[in-house]
T-cell receptor, first 108, second 115 residues
């Protein structure tokens, strides 16, 4: 079956670093996306990994290990505006399978 | 960001009503998608259209009926819905035909409440 797991909630303070983990078990794998979704808004693209390793993009980095079925999103120098839900999604064939999302709350 | 627009943004309807959700993408993409987002649940893929042809229907009840008249517009026709259908309905589009690993661009969603 299809299963994507992420923590439900996380909290952190401004300026800190936070790592959001995602583990997946899917019948197929053609890559993994991370999306950010602020409350009441559309999910927006953050990163895409298809090969093992770390992809860095500014304050955000994403890591993938296909053998372990594992990815993480690393957010550095946290800002209040980073408070949002972070969605992990795996490309399986023609479909994008989403996890339930991790709600990150950043406090001052 | 106005790449993918959805109307209405909020909709309240009774179980006997018929309504339609509209999605329009201004990005020149070839694939369009309908997702359902319920509280505490993952986004659920409902329908996929590629070059105006439906390529996927994820066991969605027939009270939801999609329509894709052209590659820029996607509709979701609703009739005799149930209260458990209350959710955020998101539309998305991607550049190439469905099945590729292109990034999907989402609209802001329609918040639907069924009374």
């Amino acid at each position: 079956g299809q299963n994507i797991d992420q923590p439900t909630e996380m909290t952190a303070t401004e300026g800190a670093i936070v790592q959001i983990n995602c583990t997946y078990q899917t019948s197929g794998f053609n890559g993994l996306f991370w999306y950010q979704q602020h409350a009441g808004e559309a999910p927006t693209f953050l990163s895409y990994n298809v090969l093992d390793g770390l992809e860095e993009k500014g304050r955000f980095s994403s890591f993938l290990s296909r053998s372990k079925g594992y990815s993480y999103l690393l957010l550095k120098e946290l800002q209040m505006k980073d408070s949002a839900s972070y969605l992990c999604a795996v490309v399986d064939g023609t479909a994008l399978i989403f996890g339930k999302g991790t709600t990150l709350s950043v406090s001052s | 960001e106005t790449g993918v627009t959805q109307t209405p943004r909020h909709l309240v309807m009774g179980m006997t009503n018929k309504k339609s959700l509209k999605c329009e993408q201004h990005l020149g993409h070839n694939a369009m998608y309908w997702y359902k987002q319920s509280a505490k649940k993952p986004l659920e893929l409902m329908f996929v259209y590629s070059l105006e042809e439906r390529v996927e229907n994820n066991s969605v009840p027939s009270r939801f009926s999609p329509e894709c008249p052209n590659s820029s517009h996607l509709f979701l026709h609703l009739h005799t819905l149930q209260p458990e259908d209350s959710a955020l309905y998101l539309c998305a589009s991607s550049p190439q035909t469905a099945g590729s690993t292109d990034t999907q661009y989402f609209g802001p969603g329609t918040r639907l409440t069924v009374l």
